[in-house]
């Protein structure tokens, strides 16, 4: 009976419901809370991480600024003074240096530059004259970022080359098997894809240094400037192949630039600075036979600067074209010459002009040595026949800083002598040439293994043959180099020493930078 009684009892217990249905509320109760609770400090965690990331990406784009400032000071400085590590940029000071880094000082307090609701301190690696790291550290609120760029400089100027061509004919820019020291620069504006803008065979190639030139040329010539590479200071002449439009072709033994050979008396640099091909390479020897440290495979990189090639047919300073501002601007206040169609041993002594000003004196000598021209200013040259300077087996030195215009459009200016800058070329002699039609060097009879040296433009064609080297530049629409692998030489210094009236003599200077990222302090 008891235990009939206790077993009614749990079962009692067991079916009973009551309060079931609070328990059930509250769990649930505690649940919503609980989610709710959770949803609230996801949402208050996603603001916040928002509101950091929002933070984070205005220090970036606030770090940002500050190297777009500094690339803006970078380029108005070295227009001015072309050294970037002489302890200022564009007037502001350099200090405080950290870890090879230079504060710039903005003339702001502690260097922070406020920008917006943010700040940023901006500091530069000086690398070289010409090439720095810049690293700008951008602030907002409690964010921080910091960006890092190299950066590097190039003065662009269509005689800061060995060659510059314009665009070519019959298929090409430059035509014939020559060796180049320094830059070419082929626009090539009337080429196809297809259409080969250089062929280099045999040894004809690219080189960036001066090794085997002819010592009447080398004594005559400043120093080259020097670069340190692969852990040697070595001369070089800066060289880039650019071609705009056309293929480059390779074959034989023909290179762009040599393999690098540490040591060396002197020690130069072989490889070239840089490689800009938009249509790229043809030939069979292109994996061996191309040096450059950039590569192969990049584009032409100064479309967007607008290097154009200086037509006498392009209107000037208000006048229809450039070579009538030549005729206007130097028929009166410069010197003509009329009846005078050859400077050579068989040319009378005549003197025209005024010493100091546009000057033009020629006593001839005896024997291999004819004579020391002296050229100054501008001299128009008027004559049917075009200008003669030379004859085969004549070494004739020059003096002074002078251009010779050719007046007239239909006729050539030709040179057969040895032509040499009696003391250096371009520092303190420099001569220039301007033919409205053709420039001839070592096209005559006798003419074998000649040393020239000048400033060369001609607007439609340029032509150097034999084993003739030459120290200077070219600017002409089409180059015919022969077949007997003549030689030119790029002079870095030409560019601020050209003589006066050459075509295109504008600078541009054009910042590079690389290795944009982001780095930790």
């Not at 603001?47 to 500094?70: H, N, P």
């Not at 590590?85 to 003339?107: A, R």
């Not at 590479?229 to 705009?244: Q, S």
Request: with cysteine; aromatic share 10%.
């Amino acid at each position: 009976m008891k235990k009939d009684c206790k077993n009614n009892v749990i079962k009692n217990l067991l079916s009973n419901q009551k309060g079931m249905a609070l328990l059930t509320t509250l769990i649930f109760v505690f649940v919503l809370v609980a989610f709710g609770v959770s949803l609230l400090i996801m949402t208050s965690n996603d603001t916040k991480l928002s509101t950091l990331q929002r933070d984070s990406t205005k220090a970036f784009y606030i770090a940002e600024a500050g190297v777009e400032r500094t690339l803006y000071n970078l380029k108005k400085d070295f227009e001015s003074s072309e050294d970037w590590s002489d302890g200022d940029i564009n007037g502001y000071t350099l200090s405080n240096q950290e870890n090879e880094f230079w504060k710039i000082n903005y003339n702001s307090p502690g260097y922070e530059v406020s920008f917006g609701d943010g700040t940023y301190i901006v500091a530069l690696k000086i690398n070289s004259s010409d090439y720095v790291t810049i690293k700008s550290k951008g602030k907002y609120d409690n964010s921080v970022r910091y960006v890092q760029v190299d950066v590097k400089i190039e003065k662009l100027s269509i005689w800061d080359n060995a060659i510059c061509g314009g665009g070519g004919t019959a298929g090409a820019v430059i035509n014939g098997n020559a060796e180049f020291r320094g830059s070419l620069h082929l626009l090539g504006e009337g080429l196809s894809s297809s259409d080969i803008a250089i062929d280099l065979g045999g040894t004809a190639g690219v080189g960036n240094n001066y090794k085997d030139m002819d010592t009447d040329l080398l004594n005559r010539v400043p120093d080259l400037p020097k670069t340190t590479f692969n852990g040697e200071e070595v001369d070089f002449l800066n060289a880039k192949l650019r071609v705009k439009h056309g293929q480059v072709k390779l074959s034989g033994n023909a290179h762009i630039g040599k393999p690098d050979v540490p040591g060396g008396d002197p020690l130069i640099k072989e490889t070239l600075q840089g490689v800009y091909v938009t249509d790229g390479f043809i030939g069979g020897v292109l994996d061996n036979n191309v040096h450059s440290d950039n590569g192969m495979e990049n584009e032409y990189d100064l479309g967007g600067v607008g290097i154009v090639f200086p037509s006498l047919d392009d209107p000037y300073e208000g006048y229809d074209t450039y070579f009538e501002y030549l005729k206007d601007e130097y028929e009166d206040n410069a010197l003509q010459i009329t009846g005078i169609s050859e400077i050579s041993a068989n040319t009378p002594s005549f003197e025209k002009g005024i010493i100091g000003g546009n000057y033009i004196k020629w006593v001839p000598g005896t024997g291999p040595d004819p004579g020391i021209p002296t050229i100054e200013g501008i001299i128009w040259v008027d004559n049917v026949d075009g200008l003669v300077i030379g004859e085969a087996g004549e070494t004739i030195k020059f003096d002074g800083k002078g251009t010779l215009v050719s007046a007239n459009s239909e006729a050539d200016i030709s040179i057969h002598g040895h032509l040499l800058a009696n003391v250096t070329f371009p520092t303190t002699d420099s001569l220039g040439f301007i033919s409205a039609h053709d420039i001839n060097i070592a096209t005559g009879t006798g003419d074998a293994n000649l040393n020239i040296m000048g400033a060369f433009y001609a607007e439609n064609k340029i032509t150097m043959a034999k084993q003739t080297e030459l120290v200077g530049t070219f600017v002409s629409d089409y180059i015919y180099m022969g077949v007997n692998v003549p030689k030119i030489y790029q002079v870095p210094t030409l560019v601020d020493n050209l003589p006066p009236g050459m075509p295109g003599a504008t600078i541009t200077y054009f910042i590079y930078t690389s290795n944009w990222h982001e780095v930790h302090e």
